[in-house]
């Protein structure tokens, strides 16, 4: 019962993770406490191992969630289930695409979408910021990388080893 329960959950996640990974944090965040199957401060962990990890982050997170909360299965049910509508709505999307493609009508939807993707976007940062900013030291270290991150144009996987190596020092 427990891999239908992910599976559908995850679905329904699928279905509107329009935007990438970071959009599904706040539905992560409700089945934290609809379900119990993690805590926010594993969501939280979950987050900086999916963004630390190769792929998608989505796709990580449902990965991770599914096996915390049901062993290999769980993981293989959460994360099928979270690809199969982009899957499903991209084989029709990839059908309609000559038909419609130059429909204003179209377009406008999508166009509508773009605030309520970024509003999900600024929930999740502010959500994930309210988790992981406990104190001064992590706050300095957020603020240190956003002006490094401004200053450094480097990839941001040398922030992210930097920043681990900043929380292994200060025991963060």
């Not at 679905?11 to 509107?16: D, E, S």
């Not at 982050?57 to 969630?65: D, F, L």
């Not at 956003?146 to 963060?172: E, T």
Request: neutral net charge; hydrophobic residues 55%.
């Amino acid at each position: 019962m427990i891999y239908a329960l992910l599976f559908y959950e995850f679905f329904k996640i699928g279905l509107f993770a329009i935007g990438g990974g970071l959009v599904t944090v706040p539905f992560l965040f409700d089945l934290a406490e609809e379900y119990g199957w993690f805590t926010s401060g594993e969501l939280a962990d979950m987050i900086a191992v999916s963004q630390s990890t190769p792929g998608p982050v989505g796709i990580n997170m449902a990965t991770y969630a599914g096996y915390k909360t049901a062993g290999i299965c769980g993981a293989l049910a959460a994360t099928l289930s979270e690809v199969l509508p982009s899957m499903i709505v991209i084989y029709f999307i990839a059908q309609a695409l000559n038909k419609w493609q130059n429909n204003p009508n179209i377009n406008k939807i999508l166009s509508g979408l773009r605030p309520a993707v970024l509003a999900l976007i600024l929930f999740a940062g502010w959500s994930i910021a309210q988790e992981t900013i406990t104190d001064y030291k992590s706050l300095g270290i957020m603020l240190g990388l956003l002006v490094a991150m401004r200053l450094i144009k480097k990839s941001p996987i040398y922030f992210i080893a930097a920043s681990a190596i900043v929380g292994v020092i200060l025991h963060i």
